[in-house]
């Protein structure tokens, strides 16, 4: 049964436009959430993270919305560069943000076309 | 540089024939954990550690070891590997506090024939 949902495995939007990830949860015990970016090659590395007490977490171009009724988060990137091309993981931690229990989503993968 | 360092990158091997991947990290993190990235199915954790001598199963340690006798070191053992486990294999770590965010290494491709 996944719990970390990502159910679009792949997106493709023009550059300065936006670009919307999404992902779904099932486990309402998840209270911290996270978003990873992996080039090819590479491991994953941390991009944001969300609180469940929040409901918007902000970092220059990326922005991730939470919407806890709906189980719901959102990765949004403004302007999109040709270098966010990669697979973007969504993944739910329960146990107050420590990552010993974090849940990954099967990712998707951003185009970001010139 | 602040690093997780697993080797080896790449791996071929047959069924049966033992195998350690090692993975080290400088950045003196209590909690290290092993992954695996399979097509379809996103990453998935095999063991983790919380601290030396300390280990504990992910969602699929079947088929897997680990030992944890130093703070930097988290090898991921196969005693006996099989073809299901030829998959790409991340370690991270990071500082047990809340929200100290994961660092992966670079991955081991492994393929099981």
């Known amino acids: 049964d996944q719990q970390v949902k990502q159910n679009s495995p792949s997106l493709s939007v023009q550059e300065g436009r936006i670009s919307i990830l999404n992902c779904d949860y099932t486990n309402s015990m998840f209270d911290y959430f996270l978003w990873y970016k992996k080039y090819p090659a590479e491991g994953p590395t941390f991009l944001i993270s969300?609180?469940?007490?929040?409901d918007k977490n902000e970092d220059g171009r990326f922005t991730v919305f939470l919407n806890k009724s709906a189980k719901h988060l959102s990765l949004h990137i403004v302007p999109s560069q040709p270098g966010d091309s990669a697979v973007y993981f969504c993944?739910?931690?329960?146990?107050?943000?420590?990552?010993?229990?974090?849940?990954f989503g099967k990712g998707t993968l951003l185009t970001v076309n010139p | 540089e602040a690093q997780v360092t697993q080797n080896p990158r790449y791996l071929i091997t047959v069924t049966g024939k033992k195998l350690t991947v090692t993975c080290s990290q400088n950045m003196n993190h209590e909690y290290m954990s092993w992954y695996r990235q399979d097509p379809g199915l996103g990453l998935r954790q095999i063991y983790y550690s919380m601290n030396v001598e300390v280990t504990d199963k992910g969602d699929v340690p079947e088929g897997y070891k680990v030992s944890r006798k130093e703070k930097r070191n988290f090898p991921l053992i196969l005693e006996s590997p099989s073809p299901n486990q030829t998959s790409l294999y991340f370690c991270?770590?990071?500082?047990?506090?809340?929200?100290?965010?994961?660092?992966f290494g670079n991955g081991t491709r492994l393929t099981v024939t």
């Open positions: 969300i609180s469940s007490i929040k």
């Open positions: 991270a770590s990071s500082f047990l506090t809340s929200s100290s965010p994961l660092h």
């Open positions: 993944a739910a931690s329960g146990v107050g943000g420590s990552n010993y229990k974090l849940t």
